[in-house]
């Protein structure tokens, strides 16, 4: 690893690398809290078992906690030392993908995030470790969609999360693109799809999310 990291390139790298394991948890995390708006009982057997898979909490959990940690700190060594070179972000980019706001502010959309994630913790990743570790209470499926939806009962929470959400869209359509660009998928045959798929990409996704927000909300 710090081999990877040592060079521009290698933390260009490892940074994509990060990127694209965080987009593929975007896709399941979203499917797993879609689940909540079609009926209670299939969100909570969904919640049970990654609350409670010893592979999920033990081996998957702290992986990503360590990619969301290692993303979010490598991108804030590229600004610096960006601002100490030249503008990198995941790869080099000409023409209008450099001149748009989103390739210009990721560090300002990603520290957005980032707040925003130290929220979504204290909303739901405390909450758990506190019910089943601390406080030791017994498994109850029943409450998962309970917890989520009293969440959302409160207007500024929806606008905070409706917020971070669009910040992420604006994120994720020059970082998908990039962090791909980044690991060398820069052909000609395949550039367009990939552009397609990051502008769908970072439209669905974060329009899953806030769906979600606003459905908990009106249906209090």
Same mark, same amino acid.
């Given at each position: 690893?710090?081999?990877?990291?040592?060079?521009?390139?290698?933390?260009?790298?490892? +940074?994509?690398? =990060?990127?694209?394991?965080? *987009?593929? !948890? #975007? %896709?399941? $995390?979203?499917?797993?809290?879609?689940?909540?708006?079609?009926?209670?009982?299939?969100?909570?057997?969904?919640?049970?078992?990654?609350?409670?898979?010893?592979?999920?909490?033990?081996?998957?959990?702290?992986?990503?906690?360590?990619?969301?940690?290692?993303?979010?700190?490598?991108?804030?060594?590229?600004?610096?030392?960006?601002?100490?070179?030249?503008?990198?972000?995941?790869?080099?980019?000409?023409?209008?993908?450099?001149?748009?706001?989103?390739?210009?502010? +990721?560090?300002? =959309?990603?520290?957005?995030? *980032?707040? !925003? #994630? %130290?929220? $979504?913790?204290?909303?739901?990743?405390?909450?758990?470790?506190?019910?089943?570790?601390?406080?030791?209470?017994?498994?109850?499926?029943?409450?998962?969609?309970?917890?989520?939806?009293?969440?959302?009962?409160?207007?500024?929470?929806?606008?905070?999360?409706?917020?971070?959400?669009?910040?992420?869209?604006?994120?994720?359509?020059?970082?998908?693109?990039?962090?791909?660009?980044?690991?060398?998928?820069?052909?000609?045959?395949?550039?367009?799809?990939?552009?397609?798929?990051?502008?769908?990409?970072?439209?669905?996704?974060?329009?899953?999310?806030?769906?979600?927000?606003?459905?908990?909300?009106?249906?209090?």
């Amino acid at each position: 690893m710090a081999g990877l990291t040592s060079s521009t390139i290698g933390r260009k790298y490892a +940074m994509a690398l =990060s990127a694209i394991f965080l *987009l593929i !948890f #975007l %896709v399941m $995390h979203l499917a797993v809290n879609l689940l909540s708006v079609f009926g209670e009982t299939a969100y909570n057997n969904a919640s049970q078992f990654m609350g409670y898979n010893p592979l999920i909490q033990f081996i998957m959990q702290p992986v990503l906690i360590f990619a969301v940690i290692f993303h979010f700190v490598m991108g804030f060594v590229l600004e610096i030392k960006n601002k100490k070179a030249r503008p990198i972000n995941y790869a080099m980019n000409r023409g209008s993908d450099n001149s748009s706001w989103s390739s210009r502010n +990721m560090i300002i =959309s990603g520290a957005v995030i *980032l707040a !925003f #994630l %130290v929220l $979504h913790m204290y909303d739901f990743w405390f909450h758990e470790m506190n019910y089943k570790y601390i406080n030791g209470l017994p498994v109850e499926e029943s409450r998962f969609w309970g917890d989520l939806h009293a969440k959302f009962a409160d207007v500024w929470r929806v606008v905070l999360y409706v917020i971070s959400f669009v910040l992420l869209g604006l994120h994720l359509s020059h970082g998908f693109q990039s962090s791909f660009q980044s690991i060398g998928a820069r052909h000609p045959k395949y550039m367009p799809m990939l552009r397609k798929v990051s502008i769908w990409y970072s439209i669905l996704i974060p329009l899953g999310f806030i769906f979600i927000a606003i459905y908990h909300y009106i249906t209090q």
